[in-house]
């Protein structure tokens, strides 16, 4: 039989050990660590086969369009209030001239991202228009914004999850796109 000054005691020490147990979790979790970084199973592998419509003109293109020459990719949609901090970026980025920056307008209803690109600019040379998420399902797309560097010959050389900002461009992305061909 447990005396009742052990069971005070087993009664008091719980919460305390249970509270040592959230915060060495927490510890393990929260330590240092890039946490926006996600390998993806597509980096060298080439960029999926996909036809979709564009964007402005409803032409139709599809993944041989994107060969050639080295491309930033962009998934975005009107709705994403992270793809509204990030455009000023992708503004800039296309500002450059330094590479291609093609739009997957993912999820979004054609009218709102017409709309959403006329209020804030088009940086883009054309925009792929992905309203079910098939092409996004196929990129491993967690969510917009996701942005993808494809090289001259369609593989996939990097995906960065989230938002772009100035130092992701100017020190992960930049130096990719001079080591490219």
Known sequence: MISNTLRLRLLFALPIVGIGVVIFILAIGLRGGNHTVHPSTL???????FEAPKLIDNELTNHEELLGEARLINVWASWC????????????????????????????????????LTELGNPYDYTIVDLDGTLGVDLGVYGAPETFLVDSKGYIRYKHIGALTDKVWEGEILPLIEDLD
């Not at 000023?88 to 991202?113: H, M, P, T």
């Open 43 to 49: 980096i060298a592998k080439p960029f999926p086969s």
């Open 81 to 116: 209030v992270a793809c509204r901090s990030e455009h000023a970026v992708i503004q800039d980025i296309a500002a450059f001239n330094l590479i291609s920056v093609v739009g997957i307008n993912y999820k979004d209803q054609r009218v709102d991202a017409l709309d959403w």
